[in-house]
C-alpha cells in the first residue's frame, strides 16, 4: 500500500493534538479492513503517543510535567535552543504501531492518537503505513 501523509498545524509551542479522527478516516477512505498501521513522524522536535482523550487535564499534566523534567533553558549546548524539544521527542517517540480490525483502529475506551508538538507552531507531517492481514 502507498504511504498517506497527514498535515498538522500546531499552535504553541508545546502541545498534544488528537489526530485520531483523521487516522481512522484515512483507513475508511481507503477501506482498509485488518491490519496494522504505522504512524510515524519524521520531525525530531515532534513525537506520537497514546493517551486519554476524556479529561483535558491530562494533556496539560503530561506537557506540564515534561517541561518540568525538561526545561527548555538548562543550559543546553545546541545552537537552535530546543534541545528540550528533541529530548521530549525521544521520551515520547516519533512513531507507533496500531491493531486495525475491521476498519477500526483497536484501542481502549478513553485512548486516542495524539500529535505532540515540543518546538512550535510549525506545519508538520505525519505518515501512515498500512499493512494488511
Given at each position: 500500500m502507498a504511504l498517506s501523509v497527514l498535515t498538522v498545524k500546531t499552535n504553541s509551542r508545546n502541545e498534544m493534538i488528537d489526530i485520531t479522527y483523521e487516522v481512522e478516516n484515512y483507513l475508511k477512505e481507503n477501506n482498509f479492513k485488518n491490519g496494522v498501521l504505522?504512524?510515524?513522524?519524521?520531525?525530531?522536535?515532534?513525537?506520537?503517543?497514546?493517551?486519554?482523550?476524556?479529561?483535558?487535564?491530562?494533556?496539560?499534566?503530561?506537557?506540564?510535567?515534561l517541561s518540568k523534567l525538561i526545561p527548555r533553558n538548562a543550559g543546553f549546548t545546541h545552537m537552535e535552543g530546543n534541545s528540550?524539544?528533541?529530548?521530549?521527542?525521544?521520551?515520547?517517540?516519533?512513531?507507533?504501531?496500531?491493531?486495525?480490525?475491521?476498519?477500526r483502529i483497536v484501542l481502549g475506551t478513553w485512548q486516542s492518537i495524539f500529535f505532540c508538538e515540543f518546538d512550535g507552531p510549525r506545519t508538520r507531517k505525519v505518515y501512515l503505513k498500512f499493512i494488511k492481514e
Open positions: 504505522t504512524i510515524f513522524v519524521p520531525h525530531t522536535t515532534a513525537a506520537v503517543t497514546i493517551n486519554e482523550n476524556a479529561d483535558p487535564s491530562v494533556k496539560r499534566d503530561i506537557l506540564s510535567y528540550d524539544s528533541h529530548i521530549k521527542s525521544s521520551l515520547v517517540s516519533p512513531s507507533l504501531t496500531v491493531i486495525v480490525e475491521n476498519g
